[in-house]
């Protein structure tokens, strides 16, 4: 029989822990705050005034944070790179937690040669630079939002999967495991109904760890230009303006900077808190 936990005992112990919950309630706040946010604005994201350029932040006209260069406000791009960070961020770490829980749970079961050949085969992709990998990517396919979900998650499974088959080859030893094998469930029903489920608290915080790098990838290749193209925006992006903008209008890298942080900081606290729910050694001494 499965070990894993009920959703029950795990709603619990998110709701038995501060930090979690004040990160949660954090986080979706900003979330709500970003879809809202542009929606009530009576500016735009794109829309281009130079006579506005650079005006510092004011509550006259609703200039919250201020205009950039091309006079367009800040607050609502700010909100819009938000949305698209938030976006990157979730949809490259679910391609990456398919993909790394389903090879590292195959290759930690199945053991042998097989999992030998999967793991080197891990080892090569390692040595790939990721910046040329996705600049290799830009080449042959046009640029596109699916296209950094594409590279940012094709480079951050390798870690899940090595977490996923350590996890895996432990869970396999397990008597509920060998009581499945015995009453015939093939390895592909093993791995699915009794392997993936006790990978739960396993694959959660590692999610909220993995969230964090996946935010810091687009940043920093919005930051060399590779990353969300104009009109579009993320917070990467606007860091990379307000960069070379900041001895003449430093709010435009202070605003953006500041939800990129309080994102980043959020969610590496979340990571801690989880860890420390979910790991048996935090709760012993």
């Known amino acids: ?21 004040s990160c949660v309630s954090l986080l979706l706040a900003l979330a709500v705050l970003s879809l809202v946010g542009p929606l009530v604005s009576s500016y735009s994201v794109d829309t281009i005034a130079f006579d506005q350029s650079f005006i510092a932040p004011t509550l006259e006209d609703g200039r919250l944070f201020g205009t950039d260069d091309l006079g367009r406000d800040l607050f609502v791009r700010t909100l819009k790179g938000t949305q698209i960070t938030f976006l990157v961020a979730i949809v490259a770490t679910l391609v990456s937690l398919v993909i790394g829980v389903l090879y590292g749970a195959t290759a930690g079961y199945l053991g042998g040669k097989i999992d030998a050949v ?12 990721f910046v040329f990998f996705v600049i290799l990517l830009m080449v042959v396919f046009e640029r596109s939002l699916f296209l950094i979900f594409v590279a940012i998650g094709a480079i951050n499974w390798l ?7 350590g996890q895996t080859m432990s869970i396999k030893q397990r008597s509920f495991v060998d009581a499945a094998r015995l009453t015939g469930v093939s390895s592909a029903g093993i791995i699915w109904r009794h392997i993936a489920p006790n990978l739960l608290g396993v694959v959660i915080v590692y999610i909220t760890l993995t969230i964090p790098q996946v935010v810091l990838f687009e940043s920093f290749l919005s930051f060399l230009g590779l990353g969300v193209q104009e009109p579009q925006t993320s917070l990467g992006a606007l860091v990379s303006e307000g960069v070379s903008r900041m001895e003449r209008a ?10 990129l942080a309080l994102l980043l900081l959020c969610l590496n606290f979340l990571g801690d808190g989880l860890r420390d729910m979910f790991d048996p050694k935090s709760h012993t001494g």
Do not use: K
Request: hydrophobic content about 50%; proline content about 8%; charged content about 20%.
């Open 1 to 21: 029989m499965s070990e894993v936990p009920s959703l029950l005992q795990t709603r619990q112990s998110i709701r038995g822990n501060r930090l979690v919950v």
């Open 118 to 129: 999967m793991m080197r085969a891990v080892d090569a992709l390692y040595a790939m630079p």
């Open 159 to 165: 870690d899940t999967a090595r977490i996923v088959r």
């Open 250 to 259: 430093p709010w435009m890298l202070l605003f953006p900077a500041s939800f």
